[in-house]
Every structure is written in structure tokens, then in C-alpha cells.
């Protein structure tokens, strides 16, 4: 049976999903591929272990998509302050607060899994969305304007438009024959959900260290998520202790202002790649998200960018929708590849830069680092800068965005 579709999005995520809602209520037919639906919420529940600090750009485009109050209802953790500081030196930490900006807050620390959940109530009350879970690409027949996507059920969708938001490994991206640049960090993130007797929720933190930085996102109640990025032989070997020792290495290792953990709910590790696509569309097919780009997680700016990603596409298929352009042809889809590519190559070499000088313990980079978040804390017009970049509000943004 064949359904065909304006446009069939394969991957549900919180790319593919904000992609969705977003061309909702457009004349567009609009189908999601999803593997999985994520578990029901329920405020009982522990916190996840994979959550994102979501920016102001990615609130205010979720506000617009109709998915924001869903994250609010369900739990979130707003910040106001963000302290960056080098390993012993937090009495020369760099503060930014959101009161400087006259914002009540920098950013919010949300679980994936409600983000994806938010999208996916939102995505079920859209007259012209399909969400078709759970469901599997089992091959993919690419034809300029008129792709197939055959699902592990023998369904077949027709699409004029393919979206790829099905993450790093993208099966699309591979079947349309688009390659990537790649690089494995040396570096593994190691994530722990615990239980902190102080309460600290207002503030993010990062120390950095030889090794990698160490960081706090606060969660709701006294819960965080802390992230050890480290060598992956460090990673493997902490991933491998009893959850007392690893409670003693936090508590050795972490600064003394996370004070006492009371308990440790949980912990995984990330391997980290840096990875680009040679091109984000090609005629019919269009990447969004990481099935574009993945970057280095330590500014937390994956998701924001694959947020911008899925608004900046929106709006170039609603700008051709209105100017009778075809949305599958690569006169339209250019617009969106050209603004987005160069956007997030740019955010991906801040990223190295900030690996690379903050991740080691040579004495010239060392200075580099005290110079640079010295002048970063003081000089008010940069601080501003670093404030804006920091909640996604720097450079040429979608209008949903802003
Ligand atoms: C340790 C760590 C911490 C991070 N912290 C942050 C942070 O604080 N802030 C931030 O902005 N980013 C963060 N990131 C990055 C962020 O998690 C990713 O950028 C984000 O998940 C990408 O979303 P996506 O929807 O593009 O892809 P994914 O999250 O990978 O979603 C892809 C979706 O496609 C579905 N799918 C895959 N294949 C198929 C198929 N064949 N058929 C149907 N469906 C399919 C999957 O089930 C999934 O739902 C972090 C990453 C790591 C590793």
C-alpha cells in the first residue's frame, strides 16, 4: 500500500518532531517515521540521564510550535546563572547572569525524553501530521521528488520532500549517497543523575581541567545531572566501578562547590565524535539535526542547533509554499543549506577551539584560558556576546527563533 506525503520526515526526535510541528497547520501532507515512542512521563519517575540545556531560542521556537507548556507541565529546571572557572582557580570563576541581560533566566534543563514527548502530544493534534510509530525504514529508494521510504511493515510512503532527523548514523542520509567528514574525540562524556544535599538549581557550572571539563546542570528538587568528560580508558574504568567507589571519585574529584552527594540515581557514557555532512540537501532530500551535523557536547549547543535547523527549514518551505516554488527543488532548499551549513560549522569550530584550549595542560594555553575568561568576566560588551551565544541568540536567526 502506497500513502504519498508533501513531506515524510524519518526520525521523531526532538529535531524531527519540532520540524513537524512546525509545518503544521501549512497545506503541507506531512508524514514522521519513528522507531519508538519514548515512555509515558510521570512526575514519580527518577530524572533521565539524557537531558539537554535548551536555550532561549530553543524556548521561544517550542513556544512556538505548541510544545513548550508540554515541558512545562511535565518538569524542567530553569538556570539564571552559568560559572565558568579553571581547575583551582574558582576564585577568579567568570559569572554570567541573566539579570545583566534583563532576562529571568539563561536556559532550562530539560530530559530529552519529555522534549520528544511534548512534540509528539503536539504532533498527534496536527490535522496534516502523520506520526506513524512505531514503524522502521527498511530501504530507501531515493528518486529526486519522489523518494520511497518501504517500512519494516511492508508500508510504502512516497515522499516529494525526505527528511533526514534520524540522528548521527543516519540510514537516509546514507542511502541518498551524502558522506561526512568525521573525528572521534578523545574524549568520552561520562553522565550521573544524583542527589545533592545543597540545593543549587538556579546555576550551570563548568571547571575545567586537564583532562576535560567537569560540569552541573541542575535538575528539579536537589537533583543534578553532573558530566566528567575525560579520556575514554578513564571513562571505561569509572564505568566499571562499584557505585560507592564512583560516589568517592566524584566527591574526590568534583569541586568542593557541589557539596555532598546524597545519593546517585544513575550513570552512562557518551563516546563523542565530531561529525559534518558534505551537504545538507541534495534535490528532494533535506538533513536536519544530527543527521547533519554532531558536535562536541561541552556548551550544550547540539540540540539548540538541530532546533534552529528544523525552525530555518520551516520557514524556507513556507517562504517557497506562498511563492509557488517546488519545496523538493534545490533553488528552495539551498536557501536553508547555505544558512544553516555555514551557522553550524561555525558553532563546531568554537567547539574544537574550546576542546582543544581547554582540555590540556600546556602552559602557554593555560595563560590563554586566564586571558581569555578574565576578559570574558570583565569587559561588559564581550560578556554580553558570550551571554547572547550562550542562550542561542547571537547572529541571523529564524523568526520563530527570536
Ligand atoms: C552526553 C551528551 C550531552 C548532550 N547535552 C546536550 C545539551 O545540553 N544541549 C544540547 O543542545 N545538546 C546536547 N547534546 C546533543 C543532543 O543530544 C543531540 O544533538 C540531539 O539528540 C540530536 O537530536 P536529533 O533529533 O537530531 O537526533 P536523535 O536525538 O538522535 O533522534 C533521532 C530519532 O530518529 C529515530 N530514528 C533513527 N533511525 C530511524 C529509522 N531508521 N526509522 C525511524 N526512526 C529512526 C530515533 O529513534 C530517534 O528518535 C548532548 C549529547 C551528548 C552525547
Not at 552527594?261 to 561529525?275: D, K, M, N, V, Y
Not at 528552495?332 to 551557522?343: A, F, G, I, P
Not at 584560558?369 to 560588551?381: Q, T, Y
Amino acid at each position: 500500500m502506497q500513502s504519498c506525503y508533501d513531506v515524510v520526515i524519518v526520525g521523531g526526535g526532538m529535531v524531527g518532531g519540532a520540524l513537524a510541528c512546525a509545518l503544521g497547520n501549512t497545506s503541507l501532507k506531512v508524514a514522521v517515521i519513528e522507531t519508538q515512542l519514548p515512555a509515558a512521563f510521570d512526575v514519580t519517575q527518577d530524572h533521565d540521564l539524557r537531558v539537554s540545556a535548551l536555550s532561549i531560542a530553543s524556548e521561544n521556537i517550542l513556544k512556538s510550535v505548541g510544545s513548550w507548556q508540554g515541558i512545562i507541565d511535565r518538569r524542567s529546571c530553569p538556570y539564571r546563572r552559568m560559572k565558568v572557572w579553571e581547575a583551582s582557580e574558582e576564585h577568579a570563576a567568570t559569572l554570567f547572569d541573566s539579570v545583566k541581560l534583563k532576562y529571568d533566566h539563561l536556559g532550562h534543563i530539560v530530559e530529552n525524553r519529555v522534549i520528544q514527548l511534548a512534540l509528539i502530544d503536539q504532533m498527534k493534534a496536527l490535522d496534516n501530521v502523520d506520526l506513524i510509530t512505531p514503524a522502521k525504514t527498511h530501504k530507501i529508494d531515493y528518486s529526486p521528488g519522489f523518494s520511497i521510504v518501504e517500512l519494516d511493515d511492508g508500508r510504502q510512503l512516497v515522499a516529494r520532500l525526505l527528511v533526514a532527523a534520524d540522528g548521527g548514523d543516519s540510514r537516509v542520509r546514507q542511502a541518498v549517497g551524502i558522506g561526512v567528514q568525521k573525528w572521534d574525540y578523545e574524549q568520552h562524556a561520562l553522565v550521573a543523575s544524583v542527589i545533592t544535599e545543597d540545593a543549587q538549581q538556579d546555576i550551570t557550572w563548568q571547571q575545567f581541567t586537564p583532562t576535560g571539563p567537569l560540569a552541573f546542570l541542575p535538575l528539579s528538587g536537589h537533583r543534578a545531572s553532573l558530566v566528567w568528560y575525560n579520556t575514554p580508558s578513564e571513562v571505561k574504568r569509572l564505568m566499571r566501578t562499584t557505585d560507592e567507589e564512583f560516589l568517592a571519585e566524584l566527591t574526590h574529584r568534583f569541586p568542593a562547590t557541589l557539596g555532598n552527594i546524597e545519593s546517585l540515581l544513575g550513570r552512562g557514557s557518551f563516546p563523542l565524535r565530531r561529525q559534518h555532512a558534505q551537504q545538507y540537501a541534495k534535490e528532494g532530500v533535506v538533513l536536519v539535526g544530527d543527521a547533519a551535523h554532531m558536535i562536541h557536547p561541552l556548551a550544550g549547543q547540539g540540540v539548540n542547533i538541530g532546533l534552529l535547523d528544523a525552525a530555518a527549514l520551516a520557514q524556507t518551505l513556507m517562504t517557497a509554499l506562498e511563492e509557488g516554488e517546488d519545496i523538493s527543488s534545490m533553488a528552495v532548499l539551498s536557501h536553508y543549506e547555505k544558512h544553516r551549513r555555514r551557522h553550524n560549522f561555525i558553532m563546531m569550530q568554537a567547539m574544537d577551539l574550546f576542546y582543544r584550549v581547554f582540555s590540556n595542560d600546556l602552559l602557554p594555553l593555560k595563560l590563554l584560558r586566564n586571558v581569555g575568561l578574565g576578559v570574558a568576566g570583565k569587559a561588559s560588551p564581550l560578556k554580553n556576546k558570550v551571554m547572547a551565544f550562550a542562550m542561542g541568540l547571537e547572529g541571523d536567526l529564524p523568526e520563530i527563533a527570536k
